[in-house]
């Protein structure tokens, strides 16, 4: 997952833009993969989840793209929503272990 | 469907004392797992318990444990508290599979400070 400090990386849309949100896995033999959400003052959201046999999945306005080739995972937010706003993290897990490892997240802002 | 609940949900403590935080799952599910979640480390899983077992562990030292009781609530204790040990403490269920195989439900964790 990304390696940063206190401070999340930030990413500010316009409403009705599409948003990218990256994220860089650390473990080669993770197998499965889950996009949350997580607005101010509540727990993490289950968004959306792939299987490393799959390099894409969609959801409901929502896309996950998976390159295992680069250990790289994304999550594109179709017409990103004012209610989009929130911390997005992944988690890779691995078969194995089936303990869950957390990038530091990204904050999306979308302004009205 | 009432979701997950966490009690309480803000908690001051000072050094050298233990907490015991509490964490009812959304009715059905078995599995329970816990989280710390800090600024500087993030989302760091805890550990995880089904069938009053704990099955999955993350590496915290031993001050942090847990239990399942037969209803499927579960509570998690933190012994001789450290400053660090500030953070949101999450609480997640799931039917039967913890985290590999199926959605899990977070509640709105618990946040404690200690002093």
């Known amino acids: 997952g990304e390696s940063v400090g206190l401070h999340l990386p930030t990413l500010s849309v316009q409403e009705g833009d599409n948003s990218i949100i990256n994220c860089a896995y650390s473990n080669s033999a993770s197998d499965y993969f889950i996009w949350y959400k997580q607005e101010s003052g509540k727990g993490p959201q289950f968004i959306i989840d792939i299987r490393s046999n799959m390099d894409k999945r969609q959801g409901q306005r929502v896309t996950v793209l998976l390159n295992k080739t680069v250990k790289h995972l994304s999550l594109q937010i179709a017409a990103t929503q004012p209610g989009d706003s929130a911390v997005y993290f992944c988690?890779?897990?691995?078969?194995?272990?089936?303990?869950?490892?957390f990038g530091r997240g990204t904050s999306l802002i979308v302004h009205p | 469907k009432a979701g997950v609940t966490q009690t309480p949900r803000y908690l001051i403590k000072t050094r050298g004392q233990q907490v015991t935080l509490s964490c009812s799952p959304i009715?059905?599910?078995?599995?329970v797992s816990w989280y710390q979640q800090t600024p500087g480390q993030g989302l760091q899983f805890l550990f995880e318990?089904?069938?009053?077992?704990?099955?999955n562990k993350g590496n915290f030292p031993g001050r942090f444990s847990g239990r399942q009781f037969s209803n499927s609530r579960s509570e998690m204790n933190v012994s001789t508290l450290e400053l660090g040990d500030s953070a949101l403490y999450l609480c997640?269920?799931?039917?039967?599979?913890?985290?590999?195989?199926?959605?899990?439900?977070f509640g709105p964790g618990t946040r404690l400070l200690v002093l």
């Open positions: 009715s059905g599910h078995r599995s």
């Open positions: 988690a890779e897990i691995t078969g194995g272990s089936y303990i869950p490892t």
């Open positions: 318990y089904f069938s009053e077992t704990q099955r």
């Open positions: 997640a269920s799931s039917l039967v599979r913890g985290t590999s195989q199926e959605t899990q439900y």
